[in-house]
């Protein structure tokens, strides 16, 4: 048996090795089809490489973590959205902003970043990690409550401080995730229940009261932090599948939603408009700042835009010429009239933000810290999902780890700065949560001598007067 097991073994990894000389004969072919290719041809070259993208993507998502949600699995399948489906929609137009030759170079360092960054983040994860049991109703209750709370603290304060809207809706995202977690992570939780129907309407809670219209990121981070706490409670290869299909359906709601918004604000027709401009604009703004950076149009930063993280903390009276977020600086590749404005922004993907850093040798860097994060990150969510479940602690370990994956494509879409702002954002409330649990624990641990001595001692006047 142990070594019939042990072939098996050998057999998988040898499958592994050859599907991943695959991958990259992929991109090898899609290099030589973009550099060879005439002007006539490099469409094609694009259909190629987007397609090849979609694909990785959907396979590492399905494939990587076997039956739950991994954050390499949605860093895939997020790339392969930005940058595979964009690719097809922007091949299928007749004429578009960049060039069609620094389209194909953006298709090709796109698909090389996604296919290189998940072949280093591939790790063993067991076929099920189901845990013995799960948490106690107790603490898994006192999850609910808290978030139910702390949801009806944001609505108070979407109400009655507008102005706050954005942490407004940060807290009802954390509050969202924690009440899942909740009414998910206990034994007797089931897929298809009225905890489901309540974690539905407070999503479309989110999205109809929370949710300002732009920004739909932040409506698809929530749905990936809830599918994954679903992945890690019941563990299904269908479940996957089914957010595999359900993937178009949803571009579909959002691009309507978005040209309803336009309209309503506007009045103007939305005609020639698709509603998923937003979702090929980092592949878009991606061609336009390689045709920049091989035209000397401008200077990579080494590194000095990615300061503008630390800079969220530091007032501008004390760093007067702090570096702006990198969808502030590569306006000036899309709408160079609106540069500098303070309002207006775009995106050019994490491979987009690696090559503005460091020119062409971001592409090799990025691969390698980005892999190294992902592996980091799904390392931490295995850990937390084999962790003992003694209290609430436990179970918000596991929904910080579901938020952090569900995130990964604020990253895939703008880079650090988006990803890090919009989690610091959720933060506030999160740690709230977190200390009132911990409160709560420590008082219920030093509560418990007491009442074990003060049993005890009743005991023994009974039996005494006995």
């Not at 336009?262 to 592949?283: F, N, Y």
């Not at 690696?354 to 040798?361: D, K, R, V």
């Not at 009132?436 to 030093?446: D, E, H, M, Q």
Request: charged share 10%.
């Amino acid at each position: 048996m142990d070594h019939a097991s042990h072939k098996r073994t050998r057999l998988a990894k040898q499958l592994s090795l050859l599907e991943a000389l695959v991958w990259i004969l992929a991109v090898v072919v899609a290099w030589w089809w973009i550099l060879s290719a005439t002007e006539q041809a490099l469409q094609s070259a694009i259909y190629y490489a987007s397609v090849v993208s979609v694909l990785a993507g959907v396979r590492a998502f399905l494939g990587h973590g076997k039956n739950i949600i991994t954050a390499t699995g949605l860093y895939g399948l997020s790339t392969g959205m930005f940058i595979g489906y964009s690719g097809i929609i922007l091949a299928g137009q007749p004429t578009i902003d960049p060039p069609w030759y620094y389209l194909a170079l953006a298709s090709g360092a796109g698909l090389t970043a996604q296919i290189g960054t998940t072949l280093l983040a591939w790790r063993y994860t067991p076929t099920r990690v189901f845990p013995t049991h799960w948490f106690q109703a107790r603490s898994a209750n006192w999850a609910v409550g808290a978030g139910l709370l702390m949801l009806g603290l944001a609505v108070a304060l979407q109400l009655i401080v507008p102005d706050w809207q954005w942490w407004a809706e940060a807290s009802a995202f954390s509050a969202i995730c924690v009440l899942t977690g909740g009414l998910m992570l206990r034994d007797k939780a089931r897929l298809l229940s009225i905890s489901t129907v309540c974690i539905a309407a407070t999503v479309i809670l989110y999205a109809e009261f929370f949710h300002a219209g732009t920004g739909r990121l932040l409506i698809v981070a929530l749905a990936c932090a809830i599918a994954v706490i679903f992945a890690f409670r019941f563990q299904r290869l269908t479940l996957k599948i089914a957010i595999v299909l359900v993937i178009p359906l949803a571009l579909w709601w959002m691009a309507m939603d978005r040209l309803a918004l336009e309209q309503g604000i506007s009045g103007a027709s939305t005609a020639g408009r698709t509603g998923l401009e937003s979702m090929v604009a980092p592949l878009n703004v991606f061609a336009l700042m390689l045709e920049a950076l091989h035209e000397h149009g401008f200077t990579p930063s080494y590194g000095y835009n990615l300061l503008s993280v630390p800079a969220l903390f530091i007032p501008e009276s004390i760093w007067p010429n702090q570096p702006r977020a990198l969808g502030y600086e590569v306006v000036r590749f899309d709408a160079p009239e609106l540069y500098g404005d303070g309002i207006f922004s775009t995106v050019v993907s994490s491979t987009g933000e690696a090559i503005y850093n460091f020119g062409w040798w971001g592409l090799a860097l990025i691969i390698v810290v980005a892999a190294i994060v992902l592996r980091l990150l799904d390392g931490f969510l295995l850990s937390r999902l084999s962790a003992q479940r003694l209290n609430v602690m436990g179970l918000l370990g596991l929904v910080f780890a579901a938020m952090l994956a569900g995130a990964i494509a604020d990253y895939t879409w703008s880079g650090v700065h988006t990803y890090a702002a919009r989690m610091i954002a959720r933060l506030p409330a999160f740690l709230l949560i977190v200390t009132a649990a911990w409160l709560t624990t420590r008082i219920r641990f030093n509560l418990q001598p007491r009442r074990q001595h003060a049993t005890h001692a009743k005991f023994r006047k009974r039996k005494i007067q006995d």
